[in-house]
């Protein structure tokens, strides 16, 4: 079964720097996404993005996070210049269009970030 | 989208049926019932989801009440795997790209 495949499972990181968290989405979606859950906390949405533009972002998304399709099969989630409360669980999803359940959406099993 | 109200805790012995409630009171015609897993900080899992109509899949059975206004998850025989938390989500279906909003879910407990 087609699954969202996400890299590395755990990233280490200075706080400062910049990440890139990747995400290859189920092969024929076109609707790609970024959730994140802080530890003991809710789920969160990041950001929507649907023919190479951002659909929908949410406010936690600011300046400092980008979004990119650089080929066809990878999703990518910058973080510029990462802060300590960046570190989270941060989950890809990715939904079809066209389809019986078009608005499923597929999570992959999470890039755990930890920023010291 | 609809405010859902979950329990925030369920316990369920192995083996028996677990049924999971939801209020969505404030839900709209053209929302759906949503409803995912997530086990222990792994990626939500989608279970099942339905409009009006009861629904069943491999996983799950939905039961929606006439007025929509609220819903019941059924796992027919759980067991210690589907220990997870569970959210109850609704959703207006656009075609794609409508975000998922996460509540606090129902921690679900399967003893054996």
């Known amino acids: 079964e087609p699954e969202v495949t996400q890299t590395p499972s755990h990233q280490v990181t200075q706080m400062g720097q910049e990440v890139i968290l990747r995400c290859v989405p189920i092969?024929?979606?076109?609707?790609f996404y970024w959730y994140r859950q802080i530890l003991g906390q809710k789920v969160e949405f990041l950001v929507s993005?649907?023919?190479?533009?951002?659909?929908?972002k949410s406010e936690i998304f600011d300046d400092q996070f980008s979004v990119e399709r650089p080929d066809g099969s990878n999703f990518t989630l910058k973080i510029r210049s990462t802060k300590l409360e960046d570190s989270a669980m941060y989950f890809c999803?990715?939904?079809?269009?066209?389809?019986?359940?078009?608005?499923?959406?597929?999570f992959g099993p999470g890039t755990r970030l930890t920023v010291l | 989208d609809a405010k859902t109200t979950q329990p925030p805790s369920m316990d369920c012995a192995e083996g028996r049926a677990a049924n999971l409630p939801c209020n969505h009171s404030?839900?709209?015609?053209?929302?759906?019932v949503y409803w995912y897993r997530q086990i222990h900080s792994q990626g939500p899992q989608y279970i099942i989801h339905?409009?009006?109509n009861n629904e069943t899949n491999e996983m799950a059975s939905l039961i929606i009440t006439e007025d929509r206004k609220s819903s019941t998850l059924i796992l027919p025989h759980a067991t210690l795997r589907d220990t997870a938390v569970y959210y109850c989500?609704?959703?207006?279906?656009?075609?794609?790209?409508?975000?998922?909003?996460f509540g606090k879910g129902t921690k679900l407990t399967v003893n054996p």
């Open positions: 404030t839900i709209s015609g053209n929302e759906y």
């Open positions: 092969s024929n979606h076109l609707y």
């Open positions: 339905g409009l009006k």
């Open positions: 999803a990715s939904s079809d269009s066209g389809a019986e359940h078009a608005d499923t959406q597929y």
């Open positions: 993005f649907y023919n190479n533009e951002i659909s929908e």
């Open positions: 989500i609704g959703v207006v279906t656009q075609g794609g790209s409508e975000k998922l909003v």
